[in-house]
């Protein structure tokens, strides 16, 4: 069975920082490409960051590059989003995600994931 947990979400001031971790049990996700997604209340689910399998690419949704960086560490087969510089509107659940093809692109699609974490919560406060 395949689990995903994310960690190390929480309140934080506007401009603070914030990392989270997914941690994957039943499955070794250095064959998965990665991804974080969330969620406003009130709103859809919006695509966040997502690393390919290798490690070698990464792709962020317009409203955090520059601020949010995605990472990885096959050998203890967690995933991260260090978030920093963080707004109002970053406030929301953060999901890890796995999609279990080896592409080269990273998954930005929802749709294309297999697996999904229970979520975290980030509130950032003005």
């Known amino acids: 069975q395949v689990r995903l947990v994310e960690s190390g979400g929480g309140w934080v001031q506007a401009g603070g920082s914030l990392r989270l971790s997914c941690a994957a049990s039943?499955?070794?996700?250095?064959?998965?490409?990665m991804g974080w997604v969330r969620q406003a209340p009130g709103k859809e689910r919006e695509f966040v960051a997502a690393?390919?399998?290798?490690?070698?690419?990464?792709d962020y949704v317009d409203s955090v590059k520059g601020r949010f960086t995605i990472s990885r560490d096959n050998a203890k087969n967690l995933v991260y989003l260090q978030m920093n510089s963080l707004k109002p509107e970053d406030t929301a659940i953060y999901y890890c995600?796995?999609?279990?093809?080896?592409?080269?692109?990273?998954?930005?699609?929802?749709?294309?994931?297999?697996?999904w974490g229970q979520g975290t919560q980030v509130t950032v406060s003005s």
């Open positions: 690393m390919n399998w290798s490690g070698s690419r990464s």
């Open positions: 995600a796995a999609d279990q093809r080896r592409t080269v692109a990273p998954t930005t699609s929802l749709e294309t994931y297999d697996y």
């Open positions: 039943g499955r070794t996700l250095s064959w998965d490409g």
